[in-house]
């Protein structure tokens, strides 16, 4: 960071500003003190202020309004990287109702923070960010594809998701639906290359790559698979189902090598 430069006066309590190194402003708010009291002000952001009513309230849309007040995107997605626990939470929660397609990076990467807060509330938005990250027309068209797919049924998602990709073809959530149709459908080689689409679009897919290791496992390309395992765990340290994957294709080929 660079440092602080004072603003305006609001009611005897001074409204500071803080620079960091990437040129990005974060407006902060000394607690005032009295006078005689020599303890060193305390400065709480607008952002963590704003987080802590939300977890008292859960008004998501005040939330919502106060960050998008004062706070820019680039800033946000600064601040999820860099920023103090609370500050990386409320980042996180904030690009999970603000956000679009240049936060999914940002969102990504926070997955995998060493505060387990951070990481869920990050995967939370994350996904949320993927799903709707598309004209507001591709976006119920998905949701009716999930749906679908969520019921098994799979050959009644199959033609509404390859429609979908075809009038959105950079849309990474709507060529992973796709990939859990091909799937359902045991048509694997098709649902390797949407899956693989998916990744070209997203690489932070976690959920990609794990089912695409699912795939190279039935194809008995073990060490692949590993490799795409490996892939989402660097992404989602938390998803243990894609630990037992991997502890169960470690035991195939430990036994295919007795």
Same mark, same amino acid.
């Given at each position: 960071?660079?440092?602080?430069?004072s603003?305006s006066?609001?009611?005897g309590?001074?409204?500071?500003?803080l620079?960091h190194?990437?040129?990005?402003?974060?407006?902060?708010?000394?607690?005032?003190?009295?006078a005689d009291v020599t303890?060193?002000l305390?400065?709480?952001?607008r952002l963590a202020s704003?987080?802590?009513?939300?977890?008292?309230?859960a008004?998501s849309c005040?939330?919502?309004h106060?960050?998008?007040?004062f706070?820019?995107?680039?800033?946000l997605k600064a601040?999820?990287?860099?920023?103090e626990v609370?500050?990386?939470?409320?980042?996180?929660?904030?690009?999970?109702m603000l956000?679009?397609a240049?936060?999914v990076?940002?969102l990504g990467r926070? =997955?995998?923070?060493t505060?387990r807060g951070? +990481?869920?509330?990050?995967?939370d938005?994350?996904r949320?960010?993927?799903? &709707? $990250?598309?004209?507001p027309?591709?976006?119920?068209?998905?949701l009716?594809?999930?749906?679908?797919n969520?019921g098994?049924?799979?050959?009644a998602?199959?033609s509404?998701a390859?429609i979908?990709?075809?009038?959105?073809p950079?849309?990474s959530?709507?060529?992973h639906?796709?990939a859990?149709c091909?799937?359902g459908l045991e048509d694997?080689t098709r649902?390797?290359?949407?899956?693989q689409?998916?990744?070209?679009?997203?690489?932070?897919?976690y959920?990609a790559w794990?089912s695409?290791a699912?795939i190279r496992?039935l194809n008995g390309n073990?060490a692949?698979?590993?490799?795409?395992?490996?892939?989402?765990?660097? =992404?989602?340290?938390d998803?243990?189902t894609a +630990?037992?994957?991997?502890r169960?294709?470690?035991?195939?080929?430990?036994? &295919? $090598?007795?």
């Amino acid at each position: 960071m660079i440092g602080l430069t004072s603003g305006s006066q609001m009611k005897g309590t001074q409204v500071c500003e803080l620079y960091h190194a990437d040129g990005t402003v974060e407006p902060i708010i000394p607690i005032s003190m009295d006078a005689d009291v020599t303890t060193p002000l305390v400065h709480t952001t607008r952002l963590a202020s704003a987080y802590r009513r939300y977890l008292q309230s859960a008004d998501s849309c005040r939330f919502a309004h106060d960050v998008d007040e004062f706070y820019t995107l680039s800033t946000l997605k600064a601040l999820i990287s860099r920023g103090e626990v609370e500050q990386r939470r409320a980042s996180a929660l904030a690009l999970g109702m603000l956000g679009d397609a240049r936060c999914v990076d940002a969102l990504g990467r926070a =997955i995998s923070d060493t505060d387990r807060g951070v +990481r869920l509330v990050a995967d939370d938005s994350f996904r949320a960010v993927l799903v &709707r $990250d598309a004209a507001p027309m591709h976006h119920q068209q998905l949701l009716r594809v999930m749906h679908l797919n969520d019921g098994g049924e799979y050959a009644a998602a199959l033609s509404p998701a390859l429609i979908l990709v075809e009038n959105a073809p950079t849309y990474s959530e709507a060529h992973h639906q796709l990939a859990i149709c091909w799937h359902g459908l045991e048509d694997f080689t098709r649902a390797a290359q949407s899956y693989q689409a998916c990744l070209w679009h997203c690489r932070f897919h976690y959920l990609a790559w794990q089912s695409l290791a699912k795939i190279r496992f039935l194809n008995g390309n073990f060490a692949k698979s590993l490799d795409a395992l490996d892939y989402c765990l660097d =992404i989602n340290p938390d998803l243990e189902t894609a +630990r037992m994957q991997r502890r169960a294709i470690q035991r195939q080929m430990r036994q &295919r $090598d007795i």
